[in-house]
C-alpha cells in the first residue's frame, strides 16, 4: 500500500474503491491523490474528498457506461466524506 | 492614441458568447467532440462526422468509449484506461497522442488526438477532444521513404562501377599512373566512399522510419566487437594525427545477446563523428563498461564541443552546430538521428555532455538480451 497509516482517509478510500476495481485500486487512488491534489496520498484529509470524488468519477465515467455502478461506487465515497466531514473544496 | 485611450471590448451577453462559442465549434477544421463528466458525448462539429461517418444524431447522448472505437495498429482495440480522454481525466493535463479511430464503416483511420478536460473552479464537468486524420500524412511519409529507398538502391549500381573501375586504375592494371593522375584517383574513392556512406545511412533512415530493419540477435561480446572495428577507425584517426584508445573499464563481462551489425554501424557512426569533429592530434576514447543488466560505452573526444544552446536538437534529422558548419563542410546531419533510431530498435539509450570548445562525451547502453520484437505493423501511428 502506498500508504502505512491504518485507518487513514487514504486507507478507507482505497478499501471502498478495491470492491469495484480490485487490486489496482491502491494504484488508481494513489495517482489521482498525487496528480490532481499535488499531495502524497499518506497526506489525504477529510477536506480533500469530494474533489477527489469528482475525479474520480470522471475516470470511472470513461471505464464503465453503467451509470448504477457509478453512482453507487461514489455514493460510498460520499458517504466516506460525510462521515469524515470532508468539505468542497 | 495612447493605450489608454483604446476603446473597451464591448461585453458580451452569455447568448452573444454562447453564439461564438458554437461558430468557433463548428468551424474548426479538425474533427472536435465534447463530453460531459459522464463521458457522454455533448457536441460534435461537423469535421468529425466527416472523420468518423456517423451523423450528430448518432453520436450526441451517446458513451463516447462505446461509439468513438479506438484501436492499436494490431487492430486491438485500446483499453479503455490507455485511451487519451481517460488519461486526460486520470491526470488533468491535456493528452496528445497518435492512434487509429474505427469509422461506422468499419474503416480504420490513423488519427492525432488532443484532447484536455474542461474544468470549472477545479471540478472536471467534461472534455473536448480534437483530432485529424493523419493518412495522408501518413501515404506522404510512406511514399518519400519509398523514394528514398528505390533512389539509394539505384545509385548503388552505377556506383559500384566507378568503385571498381577507380581500384583497378589505381591497382595498375590499365598502365603506371604519374603523381597528378593518382591524386584525381585518390580524390574520386574518397568521394565514391562517401557518396557510399550516405547512400547506406539514407538506406538504414528507411528501414528505420517504415519499421522494416531487420534484427538478427546473436550472442557478442561488445569489448571485441569494438576491436575489430579498430583497424579501419584506427584509419581514420590517422589521417588527422589522433589518438585512438579503446579501453575496457570495470569487472564483468560485456556479453549481450544483440545484432552485431546494427553494433558495429552505431559504434563507427560516434567514432568516425568524434573523428572528425576533433581538430587535428586530438584524443578520442573508446571505454567499454559493464553494468549488471547493460553494457555502457562511451566515446570521449577532445574537439570542438556542441554548442548549449543546440543540444537539444543533436538527434534530431539533418542537424549541424553551427560551430561546426563553419568548420567541417561535409556532413549531412544524418548520423546521430541515424545512431538514434538504430539504438532504439535494439532497446539501448543514449545521451551526450558537451561543452563548446571542451570535447562531448557520448554514451549508450544496450541491454544484456533483446526482447523478442514485434514483427513490422502494416500500420504505423505512432506518437
Keep these: 500500500m502506498a500508504a502505512s497509516q491504518p485507518d487513514s482517509v487514504y486507507d478507507q478510500v482505497v478499501q471502498v474503491t478495491h470492491a469495484y476495481l480490485g487490486p489496482t485500486a491502491d494504484r488508481f487512488i494513489a495517482r489521482q491523490v498525487e496528480d490532481h491534489l499535488h499531495k502524497s496520498p499518506s497526506e489525504l484529509s477529510q477536506a480533500d474528498l469530494l474533489s477527489l470524488i469528482d475525479w474520480i468519477k470522471a475516470v470511472v465515467s470513461l471505464l464503465t457506461e453503467d451509470g448504477d455502478i457509478i453512482e453507487e461506487y461514489t455514493n460510498e465515497l460520499r458517504k466516506l466524506a460525510a462521515r469524515t466531514g470532508g468539505k468542497h473544496g | ?383
Excluded at chain 2, 5 to 34: K, N, W, Y
Design chain 2, 1 to 383: 492614441m495612447a493605450e489608454t485611450d483604446m476603446p473597451s471590448a464591448p461585453r458580451r451577453t452569455a447568448h452573444e458568447r454562447q453564439a461564438e462559442v458554437e461558430a468557433l465549434f463548428t468551424s474548426i477544421g479538425d474533427g472536435a467532440i465534447s463530453t460531459d463528466e459522464f463521458g457522454r458525448i455533448t457536441r460534435v462539429n461537423p469535421a468529425a462526422q466527416g472523420i468518423l461517418g456517423y451523423s450528430e444524431d448518432e453520436l450526441v447522448g451517446t458513451w463516447f468509449p462505446k461509439k468513438i472505437i479506438a484501436v492499436s495498429a494490431d487492430d486491438v482495440p485500446t483499453n479503455l484506461i490507455d485511451r487519451p480522454i481517460t488519461k486526460a481525466f486520470l491526470t488533468g493535463r491535456p493528452i496528445a497522442e497518435k492512434m487509429f479511430y474505427r469509422r461506422q464503416d468499419g474503416q480504420e483511420i490513423p488519427v492525432s488526438i488532443n484532447v484536455s478536460p474542461i474544468l470549472l473552479n477545479g471540478k472536471p464537468l467534461g472534455a473536448i477532444e480534437v483530432f485529424r486524420d493523419i493518412s495522408l500524412e501518413q501515404e506522404v511519409d510512406r511514399m518519400k521513404s519509398e523514394f528514398i529507398s528505390l533512389a539509394s538502391h539505384q545509385l548503388r549500381t552505377p556506383l559500384s562501377a566507378i568503385k571498381t573501375y577507380t581500384h583497378m586504375l589505381t591497382d595498375g592494371y590499365m598502365g603506371d599512373l604519374n603523381e597528378a593522375q593518382n591524386k584525381s584517383l585518390s580524390t574520386i574513392v574518397g568521394a565514391t566512399n562517401r557518396m557510399n556512406e550516405l547512400i547506406s545511412t539514407l538506406l538504414n533512415i528507411t528501414r528505420i522510419e517504415s519499421g522494416t530493419i531487420a534484427i538478427s540477435p546473436k550472442l557478442v561480446k561488445l569489448n571485441e566487437l569494438v576491436e575489430e572495428l579498430m583497424p579501419e577507425l584506427e584509419l581514420m584517426a590517422t589521417a588527422k594525427s589522433i589518438d585512438l584508445k579503446l579501453q575496457l573499464r570495470g569487472k564483468g563481462s560485456t556479453a549481450i545477446k544483440t545484432d552485431a551489425l546494427i553494433v558495429k554501424e552505431i559504434v563507427t557512426n560516434l567514432v568516425s563523428n568524434a573523428i572528425k569533429y576533433t581538430p587535428d592530434n586530438g584524443q578520442v576514447t573508446i571505454t567499454i563498461r559493464p553494468h549488471r543488466n547493460e553494457v555502457q560505452v562511451e566515446v570521449t573526444d577532445s574537439g570542438w564541443g556542441i554548442p548549449k544552446f543546440s543540444q537539444d536538437q543533436v538527434f534530431s534529422k539533418f542537424f549541424r552546430a553551427q560551430n561546426i558548419v563553419k568548420r567541417e563542410t561535409t556532413g549531412t546531419g544524418l548520423g546521430l538521428y541515424l545512431v538514434k533510431g538504430l539504438l532504439d530498435t535494439l532497446d539501448g539509450k543514449i545521451w551526450f555532455h558537451s561543452e563548446e570548445g571542451a570535447g562531448t562525451n557520448f554514451f549508450f547502453t544496450l541491454p544484456r538480451t533483446l526482447p523478442n520484437k514485434k514483427s513490422s505493423s502494416r500500420k504505423k501511428a505512432k506518437a
